[in-house]
């Protein structure tokens, strides 16, 4: 479960920095806000699994 849970953190970083982009580049405020929003998402998630992780390998 964990490797499918990374693989969509990164999936949603990856659209996350492109909609960021897009709204730079169309002058959109609200793409570019919510692109720095799914980034985040995505970085909570990883950080999630990185503790599932360690709790795993301790245990």
């Known amino acids: 479960m964990g490797i499918e ?3 969509d953190a990164t999936l ?3 659209e996350g920095k492109v909609q960021e982009v ?3 580049v169309t002058g ?3 793409d570019k806000a919510e692109g720095k929003a799914k980034q985040e998402a995505a970085q909570v ?3 999630i699994e ?3 992780d360690e709790i795993k390998k301790n245990n």
């Open 50 to 52: 990185n503790i599932k």
């Open 12 to 14: 949603k970083n990856i």
């Open 28 to 30: 959109n405020p609200q």
């Open 22 to 24: 897009m709204g730079e």
């Open 45 to 47: 998630q990883h950080t």
């Open 5 to 7: 849970n990374r693989v």
